[in-house]
């Protein structure tokens, strides 16, 4: 026999809400009976929510208007619109060396993106916190809303992530900034924290490539490589917050560690440079290999050069090796390579593509992002429009400060 009758009622109620709020969100006006077809409530149930939302400021009831010779039997259907200015939402990314912040309203919709030079060493905890409070003053700015607007604020950072929002990294970075704590505490805001790879993988799915792919692997791909995986459409965090950690790849022959893309790009085109003559690399870094970047090899490689082109190839090759892998734990339909290497690594894509049944009895399609290095930013905003959505009822825009119109 069931039991806790009231609780059960209202976590179905929440539920309910939010069907309605996602039904509506970026859909216009809309009618009681067009709610219902949408999320398959019953009238009741749709108006009774209805107007709870309107209470809360949430949606707004438009008026019905007739003409003076219009004649409808019956009751004229209630109009509502998701009110999309009602409060806002940030999204944070902390990289290693700088902060991308997006303001959003509630459709999702960027007000403003600001992004700021960030040291994650020999800086105070102290002065990190006035970074970031500086960025996000700067960002509501821009976005033209007041600090008092934000019901949710997701912040990524690039370790493992707990489903209790806690940092599971001995980094001692981590140790010493408690960031959640920190925004929290000095602005009031409700702060979630996650995983930069699992927020690529929100906002590939959301606005991305990967628009309606359920199983889904988005890799960020940089100078370290990360992983967020979804199957079924639903994010994987494990037991403890460290699915799709890349760890295991110290164990993978031909891979060795989990540096990325860029990383390897510049390694090997010093390489190659080493063993040719008449490369291009060798003038682009004015003969020193320790200045050549991976943006030189792309660049030399877009212009034919053979050293550059088989430093690519063997990019390729270990890039292949690392999406077989995983591509043979989890089988997904898609893999995008994400972050600021993306544009760049397209190249890449036929050589790795070619090379991947070497490695794996599934091979998935392959993508590049094209959201670029705002990509963990608007995955954060998904996160916290996801929130403010599951918990409508409670975090609602008349819980916040009256303004003055």
């Known amino acids: 026999m069931l039991t806790g009758t009231a609780p059960s009622t209202q976590l179905v109620r929440r539920l309910n809400a939010g069907a309605m709020l996602?039904?509506?969100?970026?859909?216009?006006?809309?009618?009681?009976?067009?709610?219902?077809?949408?999320?398959?409530?019953?009238?009741?149930?749709?108006?009774?929510?209805?107007?709870?939302?309107?209470?809360?400021?949430?949606?707004?009831?438009?008026?019905?208007q007739r003409g003076a010779g219009d004649y409808v039997k019956g009751r004229p259907a209630r109009r509502f619109v998701f009110d999309d200015g009602a409060a806002s939402v940030l999204g944070i990314d902390i990289g290693a060396n700088k902060i991308?912040?997006?303001?959003?309203?509630?459709?999702?919709?960027?007000?403003?993106?600001?992004?700021?030079?960030?040291?994650?060493?020999?800086?105070?905890?102290?002065?990190?916190?006035?970074?970031?409070?500086?960025?996000?003053?700067?960002?509501?700015?821009?976005?033209?809303?007041?600090?008092d607007s934000v019901l949710a604020v997701s912040v990524g950072v690039a370790a493992p992530v707990s489903r209790e929002g806690e940092v599971l990294?001995?980094?001692?970075?981590?140790?010493?900034?408690?960031?959640?704590?920190?925004?929290s505490e000095r602005h009031g805001w409700h702060v979630l924290l996650e995983?930069?790879?699992?927020?690529?993988?929100?906002?590939?799915r959301w606005q991305g490539t990967a628009q309606g792919v359920d199983n889904l692997v988005v890799m960020l791909a940089g100078d370290r490589l990360g992983s967020g995986i979804l199957e079924s459409g639903r994010l994987l965090h494990g037991q403890v917050g460290g699915f799709g950690?890349?760890?295991?790849?110290?164990?993978?022959?031909?891979?060795?560690?989990?540096?990325?893309?860029?990383?390897y790009a510049a390694l090997a085109g010093r390489e190659a440079m080493e063993e040719a003559d008449g490369t291009t690399l060798r003038g682009l870094c004015?003969?020193?290999p320790d200045d050549l970047t991976a943006e030189m090899?792309?660049?030399?490689?877009?212009?034919?050069?053979?050293?550059?082109?088989?430093?690519?190839?063997?990019?390729?090759?270990?890039?292949?090796?690392?999406?077989?892998s995983i591509s043979t734990l989890v089988n997904p339909e898609l893999v995008v390579l994400a972050g600021g290497v993306a544009a760049s690594a397209r190249t890449l894509l036929p050589g790795i593509q070619q090379h991947l049944p070497e490695f794996t009895f599934t091979p998935p399609r392959l993508a590049t992002s094209t959201l670029e290095e705002g990509i963990v930013s608007l995955g954060a905003i998904r996160h916290a429009l996801d929130y403010v959505e599951e918990h409508a009822l409670d975090l609602s825009p008349s819980s916040l400060p009256k303004r003055a119109s």
């Open 22 to 64: 996602k039904a509506m969100r970026g859909a216009g006006v809309v009618t009681g009976t067009e709610l219902m077809a949408q999320t398959g409530l019953s009238r009741a149930t749709v108006i009774s929510i209805c107007d709870e939302l309107v209470r809360l400021g949430w949606l707004r009831e438009l008026e019905n």
């Open 100 to 147: 991308t912040t997006i303001v959003a309203d509630m459709a999702g919709n960027p007000l403003s993106q600001v992004t700021m030079p960030f040291r994650t060493y020999n800086v105070s905890a102290a002065e990190r916190a006035d970074v970031l409070d500086k960025i996000a003053a700067n960002a509501l700015q821009e976005a033209g809303v007041p600090a």
């Open 169 to 183: 990294t001995v980094q001692e970075f981590w140790k010493s900034f408690d960031v959640r704590r920190t925004v």
């Open 195 to 204: 995983n930069d790879a699992n927020l690529a993988a929100l906002a590939e």
């Open 245 to 263: 950690e890349l760890g295991f790849l110290d164990n993978v022959d031909g891979v060795g560690n989990t540096y990325g893309i860029a990383f």
């Open 286 to 288: 004015g003969g020193n």
């Open 297 to 324: 090899v792309f660049a030399a490689a877009a212009d034919g050069d053979g050293a550059a082109l088989s430093a690519l190839d063997r990019v390729s090759l270990r890039m292949a090796r690392v999406i077989g």
